[in-house]
Every structure is written in structure tokens, then in C-alpha cells.
């Protein structure tokens, strides 16, 4: 389970989102991803509070019903939903490129549409074929990230690669200094930050589910949480302690730099087939999720009942077709907007931080349904082992971040067009749940 969940969050948000928080923010980086920890700390805090009380509860989804507003509830589904399409999106995007690295001729629409069409019949066969498939993509990831971090430091204090000749720390400030966008770059990189870390919040509701409820959300919360900061942190330091920050965009990958550094034969591809598995992870769990979602609000009568129809092997094939469906459709229209795009990486930016947004209202849920909980049962939580620290401050700190981090989405043009997107998507949605014709024991 936690291995899953930490394959799910290390993927394309580090291997490529990385690459343009570098560039914002220079070495200062690091505390970016230090700052939005302590966010998603946070967020897990309050989610684990609420789950203690009830580890039966459903989902945050039944928080942001029952305790802020149905359209909170209505809400949080479909964000769920357009998060994980729009992440699909970009993860296959990703995936395509990377194929293109051993096989320069086949067009990018079309390894696009072998990439969706493997995953849809995975998620089709069963969820247990998911979840294997998800493990091994993860432990990938994971051992990979693990072995640069040792041979990275290894360069940096003994000089491995090097000649022996230690490159030690002087890169954090030697070039333009730690800050080197100010205090706006820093926030600009909080926004793909935020999406990299987005998802993590499932694995509260999939522990709650565990043989020992109360025990796994409390461990689970505690080292998953920390576990992936290390391995985002770490990998970042490494990064940019053994280059120059502005000499990575023309290195290629950072990743590949590293084990190449140090003699690793084949580590170009090596990687390439590391980051390929990540963008299949994140695609993968994509549509694992959203479709689930999708199946939640046909058994709630919010959609067509069709959705939430089981095949043969007990799986909502209707829902993965029309989430496999989605995916495709932005690939296509990926395909159409590359002809107008600078880069690429440009184009991530935009595909993958259109999911921020409808992505943090699941963090919102969380906070402010812990909130209302406690305003709701003072003086019963007196016992409770795993409260939120620091409450109600530490609630208003993650929100006012997460509010100032959206704001700065609107302010950096990299990133606009994305929130605006999200903005109109969560618009449209609203205006849906108030006109559409439903009765008040379907919400």
C-alpha cells in the first residue's frame, strides 16, 4: 500500500516538473519543496485526525458533504476526476517522448495511443492486475531514486566520477546566488510542486481500509509523508549541488548526468526506461482513479447509471473507457497545440499545472471539513492520540499558502492559461449542480 502510494506521487512532477521549478527559482529549490512538505503535511495531519474518529468513512469526498456543503462534495468528485484526466494527459504526453528516444520515426499521437490502450486493457482485466503492475512501476522508481541519491552524494564528498576530487556544495550559491528568482520565482515553483505532490491524500482512505485501521493511518501518514519529501528533496539536491542550476537545460536530463557522471554504461537509457515507467505509473493510476470517481457519482445518481456498470471481472468498464477516452482526446488535442508551442517542456507546463487547481480542492475539503468538525465536537477529542498540531493555526497557514499559491498561478504567464482552465472547469461544474434537475436524497 505504501509503496504504491509512493510510486503514485514520485512521478513526471519530478522527472520533468523539476526542470522548470529549477529555472524559476534557481538552488532555492530546495526550500520549495521543503515549504509545500510541510502543506501536505499538513493536509495529511487533518485527513488522519478525521479518518481516527471513523476509519469507515468513505472518502474526503463524504468530509466536504457532510461537513462544508453538498456542492463541496460535487465538487471534490469531479476535481478528482479532471485532476487525474488532465495528469493522464500529460503523463502520456511524456511517455510518447520518451519512446521517441529509441524510436525517433514512429509520431508521438501514435505511441500515445499504444500507451493509452495498454493501460485502459490493464485496468480492464482486474484491479488486482492494477495494483501489480502499479507496485513494479513504483519499486522502479523508487530503487532508481535511491541509487542516484547514494552516488550523487558519493560525487559530491569523495569525488566519485570526479577524478576524486569532491565537487562539495559551492554550486547552491556560486551561480547568481540560492534565490536566484526572488521571492515570485520561489512562488511560481510552488505550483508544480503542489501538483507533484497532489494524489497522496487517497492513501489516507485506502489505509482506513486496512486490517488495523486506526494503526495503518497513523503509520501511513507519518512515513509516507516523510518518506517522499527525502526522496524528492534528495534527488533535487543532488541535482543542483553537482551542476550549475542554469547549466541544466543544456544537459538533457540531470538524471541521466548523474549515473553518466560516474561511468554507468547505458545511463541514458537506463533512465529514459525509469522515466518512461513513471509516466506509465502516473497514467495508470489516472485512470484507476478517476474511473472509480466516475463509478461514485453513478452509484450517488449524479450521472447516468451506466457508469457505474461492473464487467464480468468485477471492474467499471464503462467508467475506464470514458476516462481512457478522455486521455485520449487530450493527447490528440496535445498534438494540434504542439504546432503552436515553443517547447515541449513548455507545453507540460501547461497540460500538467491545468490540473493544479481542481487538484488542491481536496486539500481545501480536508482543512476546512477539520475545521468544522472540531468547532462541531469541542471538547470530545480530548483523548484523541493523532490530532491536527497547533490547531486551528496550522489549518489557516495551509490555506492561506495554498490561496497565495493560486494567486500566483494568475500572475505568472507560464502557468495562467492552466489556472484559467481550472477555474472555468470548477465555474461550469458549480453551475451544473445548481441547475441540473436532481433530487435532494440523490446529492
Known amino acids: 500500500m505504501q509503496m504504491i502510494a509512493l510510486g503514485g506521487t514520485i512521478g513526471v512532477g519530478l522527472f520533468m516538473g523539476s526542470a522548470s521549478t529549477i529555472k524559476w527559482t534557481g538552488p532555492s529549490v530546495l526550500l520549495a519543496y521543503m515549504f509545500v512538505g510541510?502543506?501536505?503535511?499538513?493536509?495529511?495531519?487533518?485527513?488522519?485526525?478525521?479518518?481516527?474518529?471513523?476509519?469507515?468513512?468513505?472518502?474526503?469526498?463524504?468530509?466536504?458533504?457532510?461537513?462544508?456543503?453538498?456542492?463541496?462534495?460535487?465538487?471534490?468528485?469531479?476535481?478528482?476526476?479532471?485532476?487525474?484526466?488532465?495528469?493522464?494527459?500529460?503523463?502520456?504526453?511524456?511517455?510518447?517522448?520518451?519512446?521517441?528516444?529509441?524510436?525517433?520515426?514512429?509520431?508521438?499521437?501514435?505511441?500515445?495511443?499504444?500507451?493509452i490502450v495498454t493501460l485502459s486493457l490493464a485496468n480492464l482485466t482486474s484491479a488486482k492486475a492494477f495494483g501489480t503492475m502499479e507496485f513494479y512501476f513504483a519499486m522502479i522508481k523508487v530503487v532508481t531514486i535511491i541509487i542516484m541519491i547514494i552516488t550523487g552524494f558519493m560525487v559530491i564528498l569523495i569525488g566519485l566520477g570526479n577524478h576524486w576530487h569532491p565537487i562539495g556544495f559551492s554550486n547552491l550559491w556560486a551561480h547568481g546566488g540560492f534565490f536566484t528568482g526572488g521571492i515570485k520565482g520561489f512562488i511560481f515553483s510552488l505550483a508544480i510542486i503542489v501538483g507533484s505532490y497532489q494524489g497522496i491524500e487517497v492513501l489516507g482512505i485506502t489505509a482506513g481500509e486496512a486490517e488495523n485501521p486506526r494503526q495503518a493511518i497513523v503509520s501511513s501518514v507519518r512515513s509516507v509523508v516523510w518518506r517522499i519529501l527525502i526522496f524528492y528533496i534528495g534527488a533535487i539536491f543532488v541535482i543542483v549541488t553537482i551542476y550549475p542550476w542554469d547549466q541544466l537545460g543544456s544537459l538533457g536530463s540531470p538524471f541521466v548526468e548523474t549515473f553518466a557522471k560516474v561511468g554507468i554504461s547505458g545511463a541514458a537509457g537506463i533512465i529514459n526506461f525509469v522515466v518512461l515507467t513513471a509516466a506509465m505509473s502516473g497514467a495508470n493510476s489516472g485512470i484507476y482513479s478517476s474511473s472509480r470517481m466516475l463509478y461514485k457519482l453513478s452509484q450517488d445518481r449524479q450521472i447516468p447509471i451506466v457508469f457505474k456498470t461492473l464487467s464480468s471481472r468485477s471492474v467499471p468498464y464503462v467508467s475506464i473507457l470514458s476516462i481512457s477516452t478522455g486521455i485520449l482526446i487530450g493527447l490528440f488535442l496535445n498534438t494540434f497545440l504542439a504546432f503552436f508551442s515553443k517547447s515541449s517542456s513548455d507545453l507540460f507546463v501547461l497540460v500538467y499545472s491545468s490540473s493544479v487547481l481542481p487538484g488542491i480542492v481536496p486539500w481545501f475539503v480536508i482543512l476546512i471539513s477539520e475545521l468544522k468538525y472540531r468547532h462541531l465536537n469541542k471538547g470530545q477529542l480530548a483523548q484523541h492520540p493523532f490530532k491536527m498540531p497547533l490547531y486551528p493555526f496550522t489549518n489557516y497557514f495551509a490555506i492561506l499558502s495554498l490561496v497565495i499559491i493560486v494567486i500566483f498561478m494568475f500572475v505568472n504567464p507560464d502557468t495562467r492559461i492552466s489556472v484559467l482552465i481550472g477555474l472555468l472547469f470548477l465555474i461550469i461544474i458549480s453551475l451544473i449542480f445548481f441547475l441540473k434537475p436532481t433530487k435532494k436524497d440523490d446529492i
Open 38 to 115: 510541510i502543506i501536505l503535511y499538513l493536509v495529511m495531519r487533518a485527513l488522519g485526525e478525521l479518518l481516527y474518529i471513523n476509519p469507515s468513512t468513505g472518502s474526503f469526498v463524504d468530509y466536504a458533504t457532510n461537513y462544508i456543503h453538498p456542492l463541496a462534495g460535487y465538487l471534490t468528485k469531479w476535481s478528482n476526476i479532471f485532476q487525474y484526466v488532465v495528469v493522464g494527459i500529460s503523463e502520456v504526453i511524456a511517455v510518447s517522448h520518451y519512446l521517441n528516444y529509441w524510436w525517433p520515426s514512429i509520431p508521438v499521437w501514435f505511441s500515445g495511443i499504444v500507451v
